[in-house]
């Protein structure tokens, strides 16, 4: 791809600030990775307003953070 636009929705867990969701763009604006990540402490505000996550829709998470090197 020659152009990639990148936008991360963050979750504050027991442990502070943690990744719940990465969505990428190529140049088309054609999605090509929306995916969840299950955070490794527990969740104590999904920023819903803002991220659109909630905790029915984090639950459906399968990744971890630690994954993302080989999803991408």
């Known amino acids: 791809y020659d152009v990639i636009g990148i936008d991360c929705e963050m979750v504050t867990t027991k442990n502070g600030s943690e ?14 990775l929306n995916e969840l990540f299950k955070p490794n402490s527990d969740v104590i505000d999904y920023h819903t307003k803002f991220s659109g996550i ?10 971890k953070f ?4 080989t999803i991408l």
């Open 19 to 32: 990744l719940a969701r990465i969505s990428c763009v190529n140049e088309n604006g054609e999605t090509i």
């Open 54 to 63: 909630t905790e029915e829709i984090l639950n459906k998470a399968t990744s």
């Open 66 to 69: 630690e994954d993302l090197k």
